[in-house]
């Protein structure tokens, strides 16, 4: 079957869980100096590394997507697990913002971070699946060693919570930063195809 249902119903959820974060951004109730805006700041600093998280899975997503085919059931399912992995962002990044980087609300932040890292492996394993292994999204992703990586680096932090929040936020951002440049290993292999 055809990928198109598939990018249009992932870039609609992906929009929808951006609309809720900034939703849950709450204005100060008779606040008109920027210094009432103070106590927001981790709530800001929340929806903003959530912001490029989930730009990030939909950039690589697309990505990926483009280098896809066709897909059947297992991709269709290993995807909606992505989705709900991502759908939970908003509730973390309100939790964690709400409460200054407490040390299970950014815990659980990671533990979904990681879960959406897994599925979003799984998901490629699984495309790779449909179109076989010398398939240009497996050639593409090798090893995956980015991946891999972050899955430890989110393990590590998801410990470090419990010990000093600024250690975990630290590996957040790394993750991000290590991500922020779409996966170029999918565009080098797509460009020297043609």
Request: glycine letters at 6%.
């Amino acid at each position: 079957m055809g990928k198109g249902r598939l990018e249009a119903f992932s870039d609609g959820v992906i929009a929808i869980i951006i609309t809720i974060m900034v939703l849950e951004m709450k204005v100060p109730a008779h606040a008109d100096h920027f210094g009432d805006l103070m106590p927001l700041i981790p709530v800001f600093l929340s929806y903003v590394l959530s912001f490029v998280y989930v730009g990030i899975y939909w950039n690589n997503h697309h990505h990926m997507l483009h280098a896809t085919k066709h897909v059947n059931g297992a991709v269709l399912w290993t995807n909606l697990l992505l989705l709900f992995w991502l759908s939970l962002i908003p509730f973390v990044t309100g939790w964690m913002g709400e409460n200054h980087f407490a040390a299970a609300p950014t815990a659980l932040y990671g533990m979904v971070l990681l879960c959406a890292a897994i599925s979003y492996a799984v998901l490629q394993r699984a495309i790779v699946a449909c179109h076989g292994k010398d398939s240009e999204l497996a050639r593409a992703v090798g090893r995956d060693l980015k991946g891999r990586i972050s899955v430890v680096l989110y393990i590590i932090a998801i410990g470090a919570a419990f010990w000093d929040h600024r250690i975990s936020w630290a590996l957040y951002v790394l993750v991000a930063i290590v991500w922020f440049v779409p996966d170029r290993r999918i565009e080098k292999t797509l460009h020297a195809q043609t």
